[in-house]
């Protein structure tokens, strides 16, 4: 039974850092409001302590992104970092078929399709199967879509859009991406 008697559409998107991580704070808000969770995201495939947390919590969590492994340290080897098209293309597309059959399923309060924007924005998907699914998702679901480069159109569709404006990133200063802080 859906909790929500409205959802609506949130977009976060920029060049700043905090996406992903807005979208995973709102999933444990609503865990601890009892109300049930998915997250999918797509051209991703490695683990990340944040997964294996939302999992304990009763998310159910599904990565749609070309079998990436690991380096001894825990991060995700970068080589799986630059696009392959058609690899690429085919997860993002299972993915879209994936975030379908769950917003419509009935079972989901909140559904987030993280980094469908780059998967938009890389032409692995169309923006116009985004509205698609935007219109036809059944109104008490609360749907978060995350990514840089939102196209317009989906702004536009949205009914709440936050932008993470990157300032200043320690990255600029070489340093490498830290186990429990940035995956």
């Known amino acids: 039974m859906p909790h929500l008697s409205k959802g609506i559409v949130q977009v976060y998107t920029g ?15 609503a865990r601890g409001s009892s109300l049930n969770v998915a997250l999918l995201q797509f051209l991703k495939s490695y683990p990340s302590g944040e997964l294996k947390s939302l999992k304990k919590l ?3 969590v599904k ?15 970068p080589s799986c970092l630059a696009p392959v098209p058609d690899k690429d293309k085919h ?13 419509m399923s009935g079972q ?15 032409g692995y998907i169309s923006i116009d199967d985004v509205l698609s699914l935007i219109k036809e998702k059944p109104k008490q ?36 991406a830290r186990r429990g ?3």
């Open 15 to 29: 060049n700043g850092k905090g996406k992903t991580t807005s979208a995973i704070g709102l999933a444990v808000r």
């Open 58 to 60: 009763g998310v159910y």
């Open 63 to 77: 990565q749609y992104g070309r079998p990436c492994p690991a380096l001894p340290s825990g991060e995700p080897d």
């Open 91 to 103: 997860w993002a597309l299972e993915g879209l078929k994936e975030a379908r059959k769950t917003i």
């Open 108 to 122: 989901y309060d909140l559904v987030i399709l993280d980094e469908l924007n780059v998967a938009v924005h890389m």
């Open 141 to 176: 679901v609360e749907l978060v879509i995350t990514g840089r480069k939102a196209k317009e159109e989906l702004i536009n569709a949205a009914d709440l859009v936050t932008e993470m404006r990157e300032i200043k990133h320690s990255y600029q200063k070489g340093m490498r």
């Open 181 to 183: 802080i940035e995956y």
